[in-house]
Structures are given as structure tokens and as C-alpha cells.
């Protein structure tokens, strides 16, 4: 099955994730097929916290991939930050 997870970089105690879409048999930083985003816990100021290829993520979900618990909730907080955006500039 392919999934859609987190595959951790970054430092000691400063975390780093990219949003990947790999095989769920993989091991979690191992190979993946597809880089679509980035989540960044540890982000201050100006610095993006998430960022991620709305398009890819829909196309694979299309394909049958599931996205782990943690990637759901941040597609679901990027769609609502998106309507939000969209709304305070019409």
C-alpha cells in the first residue's frame, strides 16, 4: 500500500519533516517515490511552517495512497488556512 507520512530530518531537538508519499513497507526516513511538502514544528517568526503540492496529494489520494493520521490533520488545517486566505482577500 502506499501511504502518504512524515519522514524525519533536521537536527537534534530540532525537528524537520517533508511530507512524502512512499511504500508503506519502507522504513520512515528509507526511499520514497514522491517529495510533495515540508512541516517545520519548530518554526518562529517568518519562517513557513507547512508547505505542500495540494495537486500531488490530491493526485495520489486519487490513486488509493492513505495519508497518515498526523498529514491529515495538516492537509485539513492547509484547507482551511487556504479559504481563510481567500476570503480575507475577496
Given at each position: 500500500m502506499v501511504s502518504i507520512r512524515l519522514s524525519r530530518g533536521g537536527s537534534?531537538?530540532?525537528p524537520f519533516y517533508h511530507i512524502?508519499?512512499?511504500d508503506s513497507r519502507r522504513p520512515?526516513?528509507?526511499r520514497y517515490i514522491e517529495r510533495v511538502g515540508f512541516f517545520?514544528?519548530?518554526s518562529t517568526g517568518?519562517?513557513?511552517e507547512v508547505r505542500m503540492d495540494s495537486?500531488?496529494?490530491d493526485y495520489?489520494?486519487?490513486k488509493g495512497a492513505q495519508p497518515s493520521e498526523r498529514v491529515s490533520t495538516l492537509i485539513k488545517s492547509?484547507?482551511?488556512a487556504a479559504a481563510t486566505a481567500a476570503a480575507t482577500a475577496a
Open positions: 537534534k531537538r530540532r512524502v508519499v512512499s520512515r526516513d528509507g517545520n514544528p519548530g517568518d519562517e513557513e495537486d500531488r496529494i495520489w489520494i486519487s492547509a484547507g482551511k
